[in-house]
């Protein structure tokens, strides 16, 4: 495995600044000049480039047994998701647990906790990773960037911070909350992706989800509720007729012709027997005229 060794950086310096100084004293001699050159370009691969076996020893194995043990499950997750994105592995580096802490306030005071499941009921939250730092990777600054992606892949949180590794392990919290309660950019429910880099290297992508507020919920249930249900009219629903047959439809329209058929009278002035059973107003009208008309 190569690996760059930046701690090493002022060291390098020192030297590039002797190697010129030589440079200019040899300016006549060619041979003394590619020899300082040569020292200085060991010495930079020496000094900033770590080659080795990329499976550790057994020995090593063995003393990583323990730190391994406490490893979380949210840890152990978020790696092997940040290796399925090309994330980068350091065993000298090792992430022991990763996760979010959520802050609400109420009128007992501020309570924090951890959580898997935020909501818009809270004040806000943030991020952390627990980092197991061996000695090859302490005594120097790290940048560690923390990004909060959304249920449709939006980027909703990125913090930066320039943070001292210290041997052993070390906690590390962003300085900054993803503000929650009155938020609009924070809509719906899903899942949510926390993603975690150090040195511009992902070394967890964390799984958590944006649950809906209650507190929204209780003030929807309530409003509805007010509503005066005495100005609506509920209607009983009309039971449908099953689809009619087209035999039957012509059936019914044979029947409306012939009862729309008007009605011939007889010499006398008076309808036919089918008629009056039918049309009974319209012949007492009938007659009633007739006999006026013989007065």
Not at 9 to 36: D, E, H, K, Y
Not at 84 to 99: A, I, K, P
Not at 210 to 223: D, H, I, K, V
């Amino acid at each position: 495995m190569i690996r760059l060794k930046r701690r090493n950086t002022a060291w390098l310096a020192a030297m590039a600044l002797l190697t010129t100084g030589g440079l200019i004293a040899a300016a006549g001699s060619f041979p003394l000049q590619f020899m300082l050159l040569s020292l200085f370009a060991l010495s930079v691969v020496a000094s900033s480039v770590e080659i080795g076996r990329e499976r550790e020893t057994l020995i090593d194995a063995l003393k990583r047994a323990p730190i391994r043990n406490r490893v979380s499950a949210q840890a152990k997750e978020a790696h092997e998701r940040a290796k399925s994105r090309g994330g980068y592995t350091n065993n000298d580096l090792m992430m022991l647990d990763v996760g979010l802490i959520a802050v609400q306030s109420s009128y007992e005071g501020m309570a924090m906790r951890r959580t898997r499941s935020i909501s818009k009921d809270d004040d806000g939250v943030r991020p952390f990773v627990t980092l197991n730092i061996e000695p090859g990777e302490a005594e120097r600054h790290a940048m560690v960037r923390f990004e909060i992606y959304n249920q449709y892949g939006e980027e909703r949180f990125v913090h930066e911070m320039r943070a001292f590794l210290r041997e052993g392990e070390m906690s590390i919290m962003t300085d900054h909350h993803l503000p929650l309660a009155g938020n609009r950019e924070v809509q719906g429910a899903g899942d949510w992706d926390l993603r975690v880099y150090v040195d511009g290297n992902l070394v967890g992508m964390h799984n958590f989800m944006l649950a809906p507020s209650m507190t929204e919920r209780q003030r929807r249930l309530a409003a509805e509720q007010d509503i005066d249900m005495g100005t609506y009219q509920i209607v009983d629903e009309v039971e449908q007729d099953l689809t009619p047959r087209l035999q039957d439809l012509l059936q019914s329209q044979r029947q409306e012709q012939q009862t729309s058929t008007p009605s011939r009278l007889n010499d006398n002035g008076s309808a036919p027997a089918s008629a009056q059973s039918d049309n009974t107003p319209r012949t007492r009208t009938r007659s009633r005229t007739a006999t006026r008309r013989r007065r």
